[in-house]
């Protein structure tokens, strides 16, 4: 449910030496995508943000009205938006590491707390994490502590969580655990295949819970705040001891009617649009409530019938009417709120709001980025009447774009400064990269994700209150899917993949032309890529025959050092109806650069099983299996291998933490 030969294909930044890598392919479809993290050193010379022509509302009126005009034109005998809809399947591209800063040359190696993440400094939540001499993990319902100092692992407290506690995942600040998760106590998506029928199986909208747990005493960890905030988790970051979560509202809670047997859709419509023009403001701006921190262990996260998931209730406004900002143009009818707290003192927030939606946050150390595609679900089949049995028709969408939001990042001031628009669909954050003050984007052309025309790498920079495209450079993997990206400083290099895995190097040292030094075709392609120093770069997908056809899971490196010619120096294969885990989730794979050692988890479909595979790398690119070991069964995504200050590597699994010594 998630989301290259010889030629240099899209997706992932990395950040010092210029380059672009980009990879596309169709693999499989998802209706969903997940996304992952990456290490990077802050960029330098970033300049200060222009904000010129972007100001906050000047009374809750006139935030209101902006809300209904905006909305206003999409209102229908649905409400906001149209009929239940089946979606196109979407095929979506693996999420790939990015570091920003680091050049071609450079090995990167897992943030502070063990994750492999996107950016140097900017950690990210995962389920697992360590200070190197702790490990604290969520297994189910529980927030476990272990002690990883000794010989052996040994667990030291095991916390219960909210029951309704969804997904949770963990920061770790000091000596505190950040835990986030969403309330699962209602329908989070389409149900029945994709085809929505009823109104009662369309997604509502969702809350974030955010748990602070202090960690003082590991053996007694203890919730210390506890908060609920309205809307979904689009992101969350860590940079140092502050804590910026991303949460997005897109529906109002107006209880919009829909036709049926005695309203038609004309007059459905008409009251939908005098229940909008009576809105009041509260029926738009998010809220938060905050619980009694010591009544939450173990408890649901349940609501009344009248409390909207939205809604917390016994909540208040969770930010002022003064503090939503608006672009000059309208962007959406939304609320992105950005929350921004330091982990000794959550109570303490900062919020800032933009009237605008979003579903795809990429952040560097001072810019924070927030997109939004259109369209992107490939053919929608519209309901006529399907309750009536008549036929459905088919709409083909536009051309897709997506929307872009800039922020600037200072301790704990979040400052919106710029919008603008880049053509194409972003496939994940893996696909975006800050760069001496510029956002790279790599992005899949056409109509649909499903059968994109070509793919593109483009040029933002800020101008005003506009991003503003500077440079574009296209005709990337002609009618080829993005797989991964990598971005180093002024390079980036992007693999696609239809029926052999093209491979592009993009130079992007002169961001107003950006052009591609070379390209690589060969059979399969690889939908992870990390770079592991010495101008290596490892691969980890699928070999593929010359008809597209994915046959066994391959890692492979590649030698980037001739940019114009890059090659393919070595693979190794590792069976049929297998997957290595980073292609959905990059926090599955580990480097250690010093032992230039290689861990990744791969899923065996065909056995039902997850194993941990161990390669060393040579000097000369060459991989050398070390060892392949079971440790799940089919939950490979879970599985974390966390390394330690003593050279050791942690191993999370099956809800327990061993001990690998290499």
Same mark, same amino acid.
């Given at each position: 449910?998630?989301? +290259?030969?010889?030629?240099?294909?899209?997706?992932?930044?990395?950040?010092?030496?210029?380059?672009?890598?980009?990879?596309?392919? !169709?693999?499989?479809?998802?209706?969903?995508?997940?996304?992952?993290?990456?290490?990077?050193?802050?960029?330098?010379? +970033?300049?200060?943000?222009?904000?010129?022509?972007?100001?906050?509302?000047?009374?809750? #009126?006139?935030?209101?009205?902006?809300?209904?005009?905006?909305?206003?034109?999409?209102?229908?005998?649905?409400?906001?938006?149209?009929?239940?809809?089946?979606?196109?399947?979407?095929?979506?591209?693996?999420?790939?590491?990015?570091?920003?800063?680091?050049?071609?040359?450079?090995?990167?190696?897992?943030?502070?707390?063990? /994750?492999?993440?996107?950016?140097?400094?900017?950690?990210?939540?995962?389920?697992?994490?360590?200070?190197?001499?702790?490990? *604290?993990?969520?297994?189910?319902?529980?927030?476990? !502590?272990?002690?990883?100092?000794?010989?052996?692992?040994?667990?030291?407290?095991?916390?219960?969580?909210?029951?309704?506690?969804?997904?949770?995942?963990?920061?770790?600040?000091?000596?505190?655990?950040?835990?986030?998760?969403?309330?699962?106590?209602?329908?989070?998506?389409?149900?029945?295949?994709?085809?929505?029928?009823?109104?009662?199986?369309?997604? %509502? =909208?969702?809350?974030?819970?955010?748990?602070?747990?202090?960690?003082?005493?590991?053996?007694?960890?203890?919730? *210390?705040?506890?908060?609920?905030?309205?809307?979904?988790? *689009?992101?969350?970051?860590?940079?140092?001891?502050?804590?910026?979560?991303?949460?997005?509202?897109?529906?109002?809670?107006?209880?919009?009617?829909?036709?049926?047997?005695?309203?038609? #859709?004309?007059?459905? /419509?008409? %009251?939908?649009?005098?229940?909008?023009?009576?809105?009041?403001?509260?029926?738009?701006?998010?809220?938060?409530?905050?619980?009694?921190?010591?009544?939450?262990?173990?408890?649901?996260?349940?609501?009344?019938? &009248?409390?909207? =998931?939205?809604?917390?209730?016994?909540?208040?406004?969770?930010?002022?009417?003064?503090?939503?900002?608006?672009?000059?143009?309208?962007?959406?009818?939304?609320? !992105?709120?950005?929350? +921004?707290?330091?982990?000794?003192?959550?109570?303490?927030?900062?919020?800032?709001?933009? +009237?605008?939606?979003?579903?795809?946050?990429?952040?560097?150390?001072?810019?924070?980025?927030?997109? /939004?595609?259109?369209?992107?679900?490939?053919?929608?089949?519209?309901?006529?009447?399907?309750?009536?049995? &008549?036929?459905?028709?088919?709409?083909?969408?536009?051309?897709?774009?997506?929307?872009?939001?800039?922020?600037?990042?200072?301790?704990?001031?979040?400052?919106?400064?710029?919008?603008?628009?880049?053509?194409?669909?972003?496939?994940?954050?893996?696909?975006?990269?800050?760069?001496?003050?510029?956002?790279?984007?790599?992005?899949?052309?056409?109509?649909?994700?499903?059968?994109? @025309?070509?793919?593109?790498?483009?040029?933002?920079? %800020?101008?005003?209150?506009?991003?503003?495209?500077?440079?574009?450079?296209?005709?990337?993997?002609?009618?080829?899917?993005? $797989?991964?990206?990598?971005?180093?400083?002024?390079?980036?290099?992007?693999?696609?993949?239809?029926?052999?895995?093209?491979?592009?190097?993009?130079?992007?040292?002169?961001?107003?032309?950006?052009?591609?030094?070379?390209?690589?075709?060969?059979?399969?392609?690889?939908?992870?890529?990390?770079?592991?120093?010495?101008?290596?770069?490892?691969?980890?997908?699928?070999?593929?025959?010359?008809?597209?056809?994915?046959?066994?899971? $391959?890692?492979? !490196?590649?030698?980037?050092?001739?940019?114009?010619?890059?090659?393919?120096?070595?693979?190794?294969?590792?069976?049929?109806?297998?997957?290595?885990?980073?292609?959905?989730?990059? @926090?599955?794979?580990?480097?250690?650069? #010093?032992?230039?050692?290689?861990?990744?988890?791969? $899923?065996?479909?065909?056995?039902?099983?997850?194993?941990?595979?161990?390669?060393?790398?040579?000097?000369?690119?060459?991989?050398?299996?070390?060892?392949? /070991?079971?440790?799940?069964?089919?939950?490979?995504?879970?599985?974390?291998?966390?390394?330690?200050?003593?050279?050791?590597?942690?191993?999370?699994?099956?809800? &327990?933490?061993?001990?690998?010594?290499?």
């Amino acid at each position: 449910m998630r989301r +290259t030969t010889a030629v240099l294909g899209a997706g992932l930044s990395v950040g010092a030496l210029g380059v672009a890598l980009v990879t596309t392919g !169709v693999v499989g479809a998802s209706l969903a995508v997940l996304v992952a993290p990456v290490l990077v050193a802050p960029p330098l010379g +970033t300049p200060p943000a222009a904000a010129a022509g972007l100001r906050p509302f000047e009374g809750c #009126e006139e935030l209101r009205r902006w809300y209904v005009d905006e909305a206003m034109p999409h209102v229908g005998p649905w409400g906001l938006g149209g009929p239940p809809v089946v979606y196109g399947m979407r095929t979506a591209a693996g999420a790939v590491e990015a570091d920003s800063a680091a050049g071609v040359s450079d090995a990167v190696g897992s943030g502070a707390t063990g /994750t492999n993440v996107q950016e140097a400094g900017v950690d990210e939540p995962d389920l697992a994490k360590t200070d190197g001499s702790l490990v *604290v993990h969520v297994d189910g319902p529980f927030l476990v !502590v272990t002690d990883v100092s000794g010989e052996k692992a040994r667990e030291l407290s095991r916390l219960p969580l909210p029951r309704a506690l969804g997904a949770p995942e963990l920061l770790l600040v000091g000596d505190r655990a950040v835990v986030l998760g969403q309330p699962s106590g209602y329908l989070a998506g389409p149900g029945g295949g994709g085809l929505m029928l009823d109104r009662s199986i369309l997604p %509502e =909208p969702s809350s974030t819970r955010a748990l602070v747990v202090d960690l003082g005493d590991p053996t007694a960890p203890a919730v *210390v705040h506890d908060a609920t905030y309205g809307g979904g988790l *689009v992101s969350a970051r860590q940079y140092g001891d502050v804590v910026r979560l991303v949460v997005s509202r897109t529906t109002p809670a107006i209880d919009f009617v829909y036709p049926d047997r005695v309203r038609t #859709e004309r007059e459905a /419509t008409r %009251e939908n649009r005098r229940l909008l023009r009576e809105s009041t403001v509260d029926d738009w701006l998010p809220r938060v409530s905050t619980g009694d921190p010591g009544a939450v262990t173990g408890q649901p996260v349940g609501r009344s019938t &009248e409390q909207r =998931p939205d809604r917390p209730a016994a909540g208040e406004r969770l930010m002022g009417c003064d503090a939503v900002e608006h672009p000059e143009a309208g962007a959406g009818f939304g609320t !992105v709120s950005v929350v +921004t707290f330091r982990a000794d003192d959550p109570a303490a927030r900062r919020t800032t709001g933009v +009237t605008a939606s979003g579903e795809t946050v990429y952040s560097s150390a001072d810019r924070l980025y927030l997109a /939004t595609t259109d369209q992107g679900w490939g053919w929608w089949v519209v309901r006529d009447s399907l309750v009536a049995g &008549e036929p459905a028709r088919v709409r083909r969408p536009p051309a897709l774009s997506t929307r872009v939001h800039a922020f600037e990042l200072d301790g704990l001031s979040t400052r919106y400064v710029a919008s603008g628009r880049v053509r194409g669909l972003v496939v994940d954050r893996w696909s975006m990269s800050e760069h001496d003050g510029n956002l790279r984007v790599a992005t899949a052309l056409g109509r649909d994700s499903w059968t994109p @025309r070509e793919n593109a790498v483009t040029v933002l920079a %800020e101008r005003g209150s506009r991003l503003a495209e500077v440079g574009r450079v296209d005709g990337l993997g002609v009618d080829e899917q993005i $797989q991964s990206v990598r971005w180093f400083g002024d390079l980036a290099v992007v693999v696609t993949f239809r029926r052999t895995d093209p491979l592009y190097a993009v130079d992007l040292a002169d961001p107003e032309a950006p052009r591609v030094l070379g390209a690589l075709k060969i059979p399969g392609f690889s939908s992870y890529l990390h770079p592991v120093g010495d101008g290596l770069l490892l691969g980890l997908g699928q070999h593929a025959n010359r008809q597209g056809v994915s046959r066994f899971a $391959q890692a492979a !490196v590649f030698d980037l050092r001739d940019l114009a010619r890059p090659d393919r120096v070595d693979t190794e294969a590792f069976g049929e109806d297998a997957e290595f885990t980073a292609a959905w989730d990059p @926090r599955g794979f580990t480097y250690l650069p #010093e032992r230039r050692t290689v861990l990744a988890t791969l $899923q065996d479909y065909r056995h039902g099983r997850s194993r941990l595979v161990v390669m060393g790398l040579g000097e000369d690119g060459t991989l050398a299996p070390r060892s392949s /070991t079971v440790v799940a069964g089919w939950d490979a995504l879970s599985v974390r291998t966390l390394p330690l200050d003593d050279g050791r590597v942690a191993v999370v699994a099956r809800g &327990e933490v061993d001990l690998l010594t290499l």
